[in-house]
């Protein structure tokens, strides 16, 4: 799925934009991340892309349909955020079929077929014989495994992740960057994320946007980034970090 950012606006409350005329296309299949400081609306763009909050002005295309104003729970995304915690009362099992069970009508598949899309997401994630654990007897690197096996259940049309190793320690941090990455290439979807951390970004990511102040400052390769920044605060900020 190919995504188009075309001059999103978002304000809050009448203050200064958050985002002004933000503009970027996300490729098929492409892995792009989000990267810039605390408050410089990455988080903003994500949200809009989700659906969780609306544009004052510009248009988002999927696939060249415009889906500016399509409800969240009609985009079919799958999601991966902070506040998207594990359900602590179910196993590992029923939390990635969670999204399967309460699709509406046709599109919800046969408890069998659920049962089996489960099993091949354990097997995706390397844990095939934990889906009758619970999430606290998990270490918190199992855990974020089990909310992308979650996330992708569905088979979302795009993968949309928010800081998601946020609340790990290092070096589970590290260990995780590549398994997502490995496990948005075997399933070949569409995948943004969002991040302040630059080593992060330039791990996982095809190509990164630099954001600031409600603006994207640059997009390339981390190659390009690294490069050729295309102003101070990109080459301050990439060689910061
Ligand atoms: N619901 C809201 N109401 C008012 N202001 C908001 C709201 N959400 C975000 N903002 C403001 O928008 C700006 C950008 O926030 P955003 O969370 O998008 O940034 P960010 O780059 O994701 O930062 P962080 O990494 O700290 O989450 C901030 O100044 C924030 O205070």
Redesign the pocket.
Known sequence: MTLEIDRITKS??GDAA?LNEVSLTVKDGEFLALL?P???????LLNLIAGLTKPDGGTLRLDGDDITTRPAGARRFGMVFQSYALFRHMTVADNIGFGLRVLKGKDRPTKPARRARVAELLDLIEMPDLGDRYPAQLSGGQQQRVAMARALAISPRLLLLDEPFSALDAQVRRNLRGSVRDLQQKVGVTAIL?T?DQAEAFEIADRVAV?NGGIIEQVGTPADLAERPSSDFVRDFIGAA
């Open positions: 809050f409350d958050v810039g605390s408050g410089s609306g990455k988080t903003t969002v302040h954001m």
